[in-house]
C-alpha cells in the first residue's frame, strides 16, 4: 500500500478508487472520497471533519463516503492491497 497520509490526503481532496479485502476474504474495488464537494446529499460540519480526521490518525480504520452507493462505508488500511486517483 501506498503511504498511509498520502491515501488520506487524496481522500479530502478528491476521489480515489481503493481496492482492498473485505472481512469475508473477498476483494472490493470502491470509488471513495471524504471531500464534501464530491458527495451527494450530504454535509458535515467541522466537527465531523475532525472527527474524521482523528480516526483516521489513531487507527487502521478509514471512513470514507462510497460514491457508486452513495453512502458511508469503510476499509482497514491493512487490507488496502491499491489505490489511486480516480
Avoid at 35 to 41: G, K, N
Avoid at 42 to 48: N, V
Wanted: proline share 1%.
Amino acid at each position: 500500500m501506498k503511504d498511509k497520509q498520502a491515501l488520506l490526503a487524496a481522500l479530502t481532496t478528491g476521489a480515489i478508487t481503493v481496492t482492498f479485502t473485505k472481512a469475508d476474504s473477498s476483494t472490493r474495488e470502491m470509488k471513495c472520497t471524504q471531500a464534501e464537494a464530491l458527495m451527494t446529499e450530504y454535509s458535515y460540519d467541522a466537527g465531523e471533519q475532525a472527527t474524521l480526521a482523528q480516526e483516521a490518525k489513531d487507527g487502521d480504520l478509514i471512513r470514507v463516503y462510497d460514491l457508486e452507493a452513495q453512502g458511508w462505508r469503510s476499509f482497514n488500511t491493512p487490507t488496502v492491497q491499491n489505490w489511486a486517483q480516480a
